[in-house]
């Protein structure tokens, strides 16, 4: 079912072509060059004004067979949108990119991936029911080429709601430095490839043209350890026409055809041409949908405790934090998940919101309604087995709660920033900690310690 050359998708589709180039990501654009060559019609369509191909109907009934397809065989596909175009384009032909959404609603069994390198425009050209988490089957991404331009494009993607974000690092033309990675699922790196500007070409522009530009390695190095770091999901696409590699110098890659002869390879995409140097570059992971999954459920879990009051909001966090964590453990136990949903039950079912709770969490009614009369029958055979004991908090149960709810507080930041956070909750309490405690007091007669019970000061008189 692969019908795309890009191997980090199974198909490709542009509701039209033809685009304006933005950065400098776009200097060496193939599909401009393609375009240029006049190859299905004598129309130029890139540039401000120049008017977008439009796809012909037989064009768009493909992905809705994809899709069938897709769905006898029990599988998702992925397809990229666009590989000539951008979708977010300002110029996009009247009626396409609405047309496009209704496309995308009517195949669910394809994983749509809309980049685009116009990032301040996806908010406004998404459709008025992307709702609160998107398109349960579309991933928003960004091209990130260099600092100037493309990081800034993390900062708007991160913001807006999808159950995927990703980055599209390609071409790579300088090294990104320290990437805020917080909000993205996925990361796609690779050199630039094509054939650049030709000998004519550079000729008639009376100046000097830049050509294909290298990828150093110890940019791809950083990046995919960066990743990693973050738990993102890195995927090298290939090393582009003119890699440097891992001390700066250029790599050439080669293979041998069938008839013995040494080729040079056009793109450094098939790994198994690399040099051991650079094994650890073979990294091609998809992201970790579950936790896209549990981040989307977070999120709507946060929205629903927007109204709870102080004591239900911090009993509720505590709970989200168990929730989450059950969805990460195989084989947890049903009885510590039923505990946590009936919890849960305790704070919505007064609201009225519990339906709404469900639907947060993603249980299905019948689930939820198993989970709750398994939590009450534990609580009846406990109840008959031993009077309940009262909760000991002990300073180990203490420090665990105290760390669950800073970590899920301090859950967007990372590296300084995060320690800074932490400097200032512990700053907090550092007059307290230079207090002497109870038992640096003298003793007194009215001191008892008694294992497992509060201890009560009365000063001597
Ligand atoms: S945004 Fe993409 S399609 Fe448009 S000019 Fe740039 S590289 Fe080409």
């Not at 796809?55 to 899709?67: F, G, I, K, R, S």
């Not at 990828?215 to 791809?220: A, F």
């Not at 709970?319 to 969805?327: F, S």
């Amino acid at each position: 079912m692969k019908n795309s050359a890009i191997n980090w998708t199974d198909n490709t589709f542009n509701p039209w072509e033809g685009c304006t180039r933005v950065s400098d990501g776009c200097k060496n654009c193939y599909a401009q060059a393609n375009d240029k060559r006049h190859l299905r019609e004598k129309v130029i369509h890139w540039g401000k004004g120049a008017p977008r191909r439009k796809m012909t109907d037989a064009y768009w009934d493909q992905p809705v067979a994809w899709n069938l397809k897709a769905e006898q065989d029990g599988v998702r596909l992925r397809v990229f949108c666009a590989s000539t175009a951008d979708w977010a384009d300002e110029e996009a032909p009247a009626g396409q990119r609405e047309r496009l959404f209704q496309l995308i609603k009517k195949t669910p069994h394809l994983d749509w991936l809309l980049l685009t390198k116009r990032a301040e425009n996806i908010e406004k050209y998404l459709p008025a029911d992307w709702g609160e988490t998107g398109y349960p089957n579309v991933w928003l991404g960004v091209t990130v080429e260099n600092k100037k331009e493309g990081l800034p494009r993390i900062d708007i993607l991160r913001k807006i709601p999808a159950v995927c974000r990703f980055l599209s690092c390609e071409p790579l033309i300088e090294d990104l430095g320290n990437v805020n990675l917080n909000g993205i699922h996925w990361v796609i790196i690779g050199g630039e490839t094509g054939r650049g500007p030709s000998k004519k070409e550079v000729k008639n522009s009376g100046k000097k043209l830049n050509g294909i530009r290298s990828m150093d390695l110890r940019w791809v190095d950083s990046l995919v350890k960066q990743c990693q770091e973050q738990g993102v999901a890195p995927w090298v696409k290939q090393l582009g026409k003119l890699p440097l590699d891992l001390q700066g110098e250029p790599l050439v890659i080669t293979y041998e055809t069938k008839d013995g002869k040494m080729k040079r390879s056009p793109n450094g995409e098939n790994w198994d041409q690399w040099p051991s140097s650079i094994a650890h570059l073979k990294v091609r992971e998809i992201p970790d949908f579950s936790q896209a999954e549990r981040d989307k459920m977070e999120s709507s879990l946060s929205d629903l405790a927007k109204g709870l009051d102080k004591e239900n909001a911090e009993k509720e966090l505590q709970l989200r934090t168990q929730l989450l964590e059950t969805d990460k453990i195989l084989f947890t136990k049903r009885k510590y998940r039923a505990e946590i949903i009936k919890q849960y039950h305790d704070i919505y079912h007064p609201l009225r919101k519990w339906d709404a709770f469900c639907r947060a969490a993603d249980i299905p009614k019948r689930t939820s309604y198993d989970l709750l009369k398994a939590a009450r029958e534990n609580h009846a055979e406990s109840a008959q087995k031993e009077p309940k004991k009262k909760d000991v908090i002990t300073p180990q149960k203490a420090a665990e709660k105290a760390k669950a709810s800073i970590n899920r507080l301090l859950k967007g930041l990372k590296g300084a920033e995060r320690n800074e956070a932490l400097k200032l909750i512990l700053g907090e309490f550092d007059a307290e900690l230079n207090k002497p405690t109870e038992t640096e007091h003298a003793p007194s007669e009215n001191t008892r310690a008694e294992q497992g019970k509060l201890i009560t000061i009365t000063p001597a008189a």
